[in-house]
């Protein structure tokens, strides 16, 4: 349950600097419940730049009470109900009915942490970025045991921040109370805790994530839909994928990434799972639930899933082999680092940021991405994207617009209170520039503290690689134009690519040693 993972990072990365990325929260089959976009990093998380604190709202929020969601009677009486909604959606019975309780965000936060030791997950997050998890839940539903927890506090805190009193009302509780009541049966019925333990790897947690709370939207569109409670169902919704009010436009930029990554499964899950019960009906849908795909770009593209789009050839370049070619960078065992695949929500979510005649047609052709992201906790930072499109122009204008994101970054920071001191750009990528792309070098000030940036895109037939190295200046510009090097030749002749002599490792310098350059 690493919460926030990258999210540090990418504040940086799609905040003001560069090339897109993504941030997410852990696969815990969280309730609905606005993500947390600013919260406190996770301590083994890549370290950045303090980013400048978001303006101060016009008057502070008046607390909106939620009695309803604090009546234990009525709660245990609205649960029966929504027991009864689900059976008969889900065609399934529950072998023992949920309980539900009052909990507090504390409270929630233990029941997280048990969680993590039954499931075997290692390592254990810390006590303080699970607490941030369980501050952005309306419920949680503990599915070793079929609890439902309620958390009263949370829905009255963001419904007044929000200024969205319908969050506090009964018809809302009735909704989250279905949804969770589906977690529940789901957990149980198709023995997912010894399902969830097989999984390895970001994207196959978030895929299966994506299964369990789309089903759960899913189910509790319906019955919302049935009982008039459609719009209570839309505001609950809302609440997910709205963004934040009073951001600067840096961190804006940062919460829609994240927003869009902790939404995944609410949205995305949610239109998958409806794209397969329109194709099988309910018996497709069950087997969905039975064996949850592992990949998101099945979840992204439900065709696929149901065969309705054919495999990939042979030719289609393999991206995981791509990315071992930038390894050397991060490969001393100083950084940490964290491997997944590229969302096309979290990297689309940008596209806002274009002029608007440019948007429609942001990430057009986008098929795969993977990346890299490496930290130290002296503040350096590196993240890699490679990406495949369906055509060399596809590929083509991301770069393009890729490249004017980075530009208005710088605007949005010096909006934010940072000061670009320095951003020059060259034409070309890879040694002498001789390849499709572009390459920077930027330096950024924020409370006198500098921040020093190289990075760029590279251009190889029908994928692009983003590079972006953060108070790194041991990773030159040289490496930098050797792997981009070495990409553009592994997608054309990937036996050639692989015939060069390893490239070294970059090594860290000891902290106390000035870095190669210095």
């Avoid at 027991?83 to 309980?99: D, I, L, S, W």
């Avoid at 506090?168 to 509780?173: I, T, W």
């Avoid at 639930?289 to 990939?312: F, H, K, S, W």
């Avoid at 990346?371 to 991301?398: K, S």
Wanted: aromatic share 6%.
């Amino acid at each position: 349950m690493r919460a926030f993972p990258t999210l540090v990072l990418l504040a940086v990365v799609v905040g003001a600097f560069g090339p897109t990325g993504r941030a997410r929260a852990e696969d815990a089959p969280v309730a609905p419940a606005p993500p947390a976009p600013e919260a406190p990093p996770d301590p083994e998380a890549p370290s950045a730049p303090e980013a400048p604190p978001a303006p101060p709202s016009e008057a502070a929020p008046t607390k909106l009470p939620a009695p309803a969601w604090r009546d234990v009677a009525g709660l245990e009486r609205r649960l029966v109900a929504a027991v009864a909604a689900v059976e008969v959606a889900c065609g399934a019975p529950f072998e023992t009915p949920p309980t539900v309780r009052v909990s507090t965000a504390a409270e929630v936060t233990d029941v997280l942490l048990a969680l993590e030791e039954r499931l075997g997950l290692e390592p254990r997050s810390e006590r303080a970025a699970v607490r941030n998890v369980a501050r952005a839940m309306f419920a949680f539903t503990d599915y070793a045991n079929g609890t439902i927890h309620v958390v009263p506090d949370n829905v009255e805190r963001m419904a007044a921040e929000r200024r969205a009193p319908e969050l506090v009302s009964a018809d809302v509780l009735q909704v989250v109370l279905v949804h969770e009541a589906v977690h529940a049966l789901d957990w149980a019925r198709w023995g997912w805790i010894a399902h969830r333990k097989t999984l390895k790897g970001g994207d196959a947690l978030q895929a299966f994530s994506a299964v369990a709370e789309g089903h759960a939207q899913l189910v509790a569109e319906d019955v919302a839909t049935a009982q008039g409670r459609r719009a209570a169902f839309a505001a609950m919704t809302q609440a997910i994928v709205a963004m934040p009010d009073g951001l600067s436009p840096a961190a804006r930029a940062m919460a829609q990434a994240a927003v869009a990554e902790a939404a995944f499964g609410y949205v995305v899950g949610h239109r998958f799972l409806r794209a397969v019960r329109e194709a099988k009906g309910a018996a497709g849908v069950d087997a969905v639930l039975r064996a949850p795909p592992t990949e998101t770009r099945v979840i992204e593209d439900p065709r696929r899933y149901l065969g309705l789009v054919p495999a990939d050839a042979g030719a289609v370049v393999d991206l995981d082999a791509v990315m071992q070619v930038f390894e050397p960078l991060v490969a001393d065992p100083r950084w940490r680092t964290q491997r997944d695949r590229a969302r096309h929500a979290a990297l689309a979510s940008q596209g806002a940021r274009l002029p608007e005649a440019r948007r429609a047609n942001f990430l057009a052709g986008y098929e795969d991405g993977r990346l890299v992201a490496a930290g130290l906790a002296r503040g350096a930072q590196v993240l890699v994207i490679v990406l495949r499109f369906a055509t060399p122009d596809d590929a083509a204008a991301f770069v393009r617009d890729d490249r004017d994101l980075g530009k208005i970054g710088e605007d949005e920071a010096t909006k934010s209170g940072l000061s670009v001191e320095v951003s020059a750009y060259l034409d070309g990528a890879g040694t002498d520039g001789a390849l499709p792309g572009y390459r920077y070098a930027k330096k950024l000030t924020y409370g006198g503290r500098e921040t020093l940036l190289v990075g760029g895109d590279t251009q190889a037939g029908a994928c692009v690689a983003s590079v972006i190295a953060i108070n790194a200046p041991w990773i030159t510009k040289e490496a930098l134009a050797t792997v981009a090097d070495r990409f553009a030749l592994f997608v054309r002749d990937p036996a050639a690519a692989r015939a060069l002599p390893p490239m070294p490792v970059v090594a860290v310098p000891p902290a106390d040693e000035p870095a190669p350059g210095k």
